[in-house]
């Protein structure tokens, strides 16, 4: 199953194994159910503290990783291979006694939660966000045997997709109810379990003396200027919804400088990790609400915490625009998708619609082509805007449909999820309908600054202006990346401009040094 490379990378990891692990393998005579006979011997052959026995289980084909001591449990209905595949090996290293990357707290919190917890994931294989997901909630298996998760390739149990009415993964059941669907992380998780654990988060927050440096956003500008800051010595913090922002559902990326090619995920674990190099305290799970002054620079947060900084580094980045369009936030979910990598495979052999012309949209388009029946490319301007070779692409293969002059005004379904999608021809004022399961919408993005807005110069785009040294309005406040008036929104030109918002703050301090240790005091 597995190649020499793969298997002698397996084998080193499994190293780490403390304690024995027991493979349960459920199969039959499908091709898949064979792969993952052949996948589970591989991983016997790997290391002497693993086994495997074969049992029916609920869903065939699928494979539990159980911890015989304190009897864990993580279950992964399907082939786990692609950007799964590590979620296995850490499933496999977590049961098997391999210290868990979360802080002692968080561990103690999730071992001490009353009552049993079943979640079932849906994932579809070429999903970015999904293995995140994933990771989480095995996680919490592994520590509390209370916990138990499945993860189930929709694409392989498309009934209980079907059943289940799901459109877009990553998509979270507990105990049989829908739980969330998207990124969501372990503290998140923790949050809506247990009531009480963001007012006990915010207490902490609260408690933190004043930073010298503190970067609000954590993607490629906001890890470059938490670096930069902490090689200079500066007490620095990072404040962030999430680690790795837009970048976390990048699939493939080549023009990253020096390194041929990657993909998001990967770019954003080594991304943290860099971070993690350096005394950087990470506050993840925490979105910034007002920033005003009163001496120091206060960042008020959700969850009622407040910080402090004598600098403030704005590089909160941007999201997914939307349509905004009668049914799209109805729909979102139950056919309206941002994500065709991740979404794509649910829509199997049927009809679906992208809209947008730039790059992002064509590629959506050709990718989706081959999976779906018929891609309908919707563009509002006279012609595309993708590069010439992605539109030559796209005008080669037969199930591709572009229409510009497309003003996409409504979003229809039964109740349950998208069944059409209605637009005005911009060249005749006429009103067209097409029918269709899902829509894709590619039409660029959207900058975090609606917390920001009076407070701050911005562009009529809500783009936060800064100077040459990342500097905004407001002295002794830079911001930098996507959230910025900078042009090209580019993942290395993000992490230049936080490196330059990072060194600006550094000489900010050094030329009010007084000022701002007056106010610290």
């Known amino acids: 199953m597995l190649d020499a490379n793969v298997k002698n990378q397996l084998k080193t990891y499994l190293q780490n194994l403390k304690?024995?692990?027991?493979?349960?393998?459920?199969?039959?005579?499908?091709?898949?159910?064979?792969?993952?006979?052949?996948?589970?011997?591989?991983?016997?052959?790997?290391?002497?503290l693993v086994s495997v026995t074969y049992k029916d289980g609920k869903r065939t084909p699928s494979m539990s990783v159980i911890?015989?001591?304190?009897?864990?449990?993580?279950?992964?209905?399907?082939?786990?291979?692609?950007h799964e595949f590590t979620s296995l090996v850490l499933a496999l290293l977590h049961s098997g006694g391999h210290p868990?990357?979360?802080?002692?707290?968080?561990?103690?919190q999730i071992r001490q939660l009353p009552g049993e917890f079943h979640f079932e994931t849906y994932v579809s294989l070429s999903c970015q966000t999904c293995p995140e997901v994933i990771q989480a909630l095995n996680m919490m298996a592994a520590i509390n045997p209370n916990?138990?998760?499945?993860?189930?390739?929709?694409?392989?149990?498309?009934?209980?997709?079907?059943?289940?009415?799901?459109?877009?993964?990553?998509?979270?059941?507990?105990?049989?109810?829908?739980?969330?669907?998207?990124?969501?992380?372990?503290?998140?998780?923790?949050?809506?379990?247990?009531?009480?654990?963001?007012?006990?988060?915010?207490?902490?927050?609260?408690?933190?003396?004043?930073?010298?440096v503190l970067v609000v956003g954590g993607?490629?500008?906001?890890?470059?200027?938490?670096?930069?800051?902490?090689?200079?010595?500066?007490?620095?913090?990072?404040?962030?919804?999430?680690?790795?922002?837009?970048?976390?559902?990048?699939?493939?990326?080549?023009?990253?400088?020096?390194?041929?090619?990657?993909?998001?995920?990967?770019?954003?674990?080594?991304?943290?990790?860099?971070?993690?190099?350096?005394?950087?305290?990470?506050?993840?799970?925490?979105?910034?609400?007002?920033?005003?002054?009163?001496?120091?620079?206060?960042?008020?947060?959700?969850?009622?915490?407040?910080?402090s900084s004598k600098t403030v580094l704005l590089a909160t980045g941007a999201r997914?625009?939307?349509?905004?369009?009668?049914?799209?936030?109805?729909?979102?979910?139950?056919?309206?998708?941002?994500?065709?990598?991740?979404?794509?495979?649910?829509f199997k052999g049927k009809r679906v619609a992208v809209i947008g012309g730039g790059n992002s949209g064509i590629e959506a388009a050709i990718d989706l082509a081959n999976i779906v029946e018929h891609v309908t490319v919707l563009?509002?301007?006279?012609?595309?805007?993708?590069?010439?070779v992605l539109q030559r692409k796209a005008k080669s293969m037969g199930n591709i449909t572009i229409i510009t002059q497309a003003q996409t005004t409504e979003v229809k379904g039964d109740g349950t999820r998208v069944s059409s999608l209605v637009y005005t021809d911009r060249a005749t004022g006429e009103s067209k309908e097409v029918i269709l399961a899902g829509i894709f919408v590619q039409i660029g993005l959207v900058p975090n600054t609606e917390w920001l807005k009076g407070v701050v110069d911005m562009t009529p785009r809500g783009e936060i202006i800064v100077d040459e040294r990342g500097q905004t309005s407001i002295p002794g406040v830079f911001a930098a990346g996507d959230v910025t008036n900078t042009p090209y929104k580019q993942i290395i030109i993000a992490m230049g401009s936080g490196a330059t918002a990072s060194l600006g703050a550094f000489d900010y301090l050094i030329r009010h040094s007084e000022e701002t240790d007056t106010k610290a005091a």
């Not at 911890?67 to 692609?82: R, V």
């Not at 669907?181 to 923790?190: D, F, K, N």
């Not at 997914?320 to 649910?346: F, T």
């Not at 563009?379 to 010439?388: G, I, V």
């Open 379 to 388: 563009e509002f301007d006279s012609k595309l805007r993708a590069d010439e």
């Open 219 to 307: 993607g490629p500008a906001g890890a470059a200027a938490a670096i930069y800051s902490a090689r200079k010595g500066l007490n620095t913090g990072i404040v962030a919804d999430k680690f790795g922002g837009q970048v976390a559902e990048t699939v493939g990326i080549e023009n990253f400088i020096s390194v041929s090619k990657t993909e998001g995920p990967k770019l954003v674990a080594n991304l943290e990790a860099h971070v993690r190099d350096y005394d950087v305290d990470i506050m993840s799970n925490q979105r910034a609400l007002s920033l005003a002054k009163n001496g120091l620079f206060n960042v008020t947060l959700e969850s009622g915490a407040t910080l």
């Open 67 to 82: 911890n015989p001591e304190n009897g864990s449990n993580i279950t992964f209905a399907g082939l786990p291979m692609g």
């Open 147 to 212: 916990i138990t998760n499945v993860m189930i390739d929709g694409a392989l149990f498309q009934e209980e997709v079907t059943e289940r009415n799901i459109l877009s993964v990553p998509s979270v059941f507990l105990n049989g109810e829908a739980f969330s669907v998207g990124a969501i992380s372990v503290v998140e998780v923790l949050n809506k379990l247990d009531k009480n654990a963001a007012g006990r988060q915010a207490e902490l927050l609260n408690k933190k003396s004043a930073f010298d």
């Open 100 to 108: 868990i990357k979360l802080d002692a707290q968080i561990i103690e």
């Open 320 to 346: 997914w625009r939307e349509m905004n369009v009668p049914g799209e936030k109805e729909y979102r979910g139950k056919g309206v998708a941002y994500c065709p990598h991740c979404d794509g495979p649910l």
């Open 19 to 48: 304690r024995p692990v027991e493979l349960v393998v459920s199969a039959d005579d499908s091709n898949k159910a064979k792969e993952l006979i052949s996948l589970a011997q591989d991983i016997v052959d790997s290391s002497k």
